[in-house]
């Protein structure tokens, strides 16, 4: 089967990125790689990864390789400033499951948005009172180097499709 509109794609991988500055572009480097004890699974048209993502796939079957790179722009774009915002500390207290380690430069806060969806954000600093923290996603201002190979496509199951995941995410 090919890729195609609503199919369940698993896909083996690596990630690597790049960063242009001053019109020279940083050696990638892997920041994730998904192999066969761990295939990434989505439901194509569904995957809320990058439009130019999913059209590099598009007809590809299992056992198909792939490489591609992904430019900035087209992927999650340039840092937006007003996604970077001061928060009360009082807010990330232990009784919210929060713990002091957790709230250091650099580290990744799990969070959830008004309506309970994940997202994460980036402590950019502590200012005591305040913590900074960063809400872009943390590909912003990347290209994106993948190289891989369709590990599985496979017609995707009504309750896959009304659910918008897989069955494995749909019974966690």
């Not at 709230?103 to 980036?122: I, T, Y």
Request: aromatic fraction near 12%; avoid cysteine; glycine fraction near 8%.
């Amino acid at each position: 089967m090919n890729i195609i509109k609503s199919a369940v794609v698993g896909l083996t991988y690596e990630l690597k990125v790049s960063k242009e500055a001053d019109e020279i572009e940083s050696v990638p480097f892997s920041v994730e790689v998904r192999g066969q004890e761990d295939p990434f699974y989505f439901i194509f048209g569904q995957s809320g990864l990058p439009e130019k993502f999913e059209s590099y796939l598009v007809d590809k079957k299992e056992g198909d390789t792939f490489n591609f790179v992904i430019s900035s722009q087209d992927a999650y774009g340039e840092a937006d400033d007003e996604l970077i915002m001061a928060l009360p500390k009082e807010q990330f207290s232990k009784d919210r499951g929060f713990e002091p380690a957790m709230l250091e430069e650099g580290n990744f806060l799990p969070l959830l948005d008004e309506k309970g969806f994940p997202l994460q954000a980036k402590v950019l600093k502590d200012m005591g009172a305040e913590i900074l923290l960063d809400f872009n996603h943390p590909l912003v201002g990347f290209d994106l180097h993948f190289e891989g190979e369709v590990f599985e496509v496979r017609e995707a199951t009504t309750e896959e499709l009304q659910a918008g995941q897989i069955q494995d995410e749909i019974d966690e």
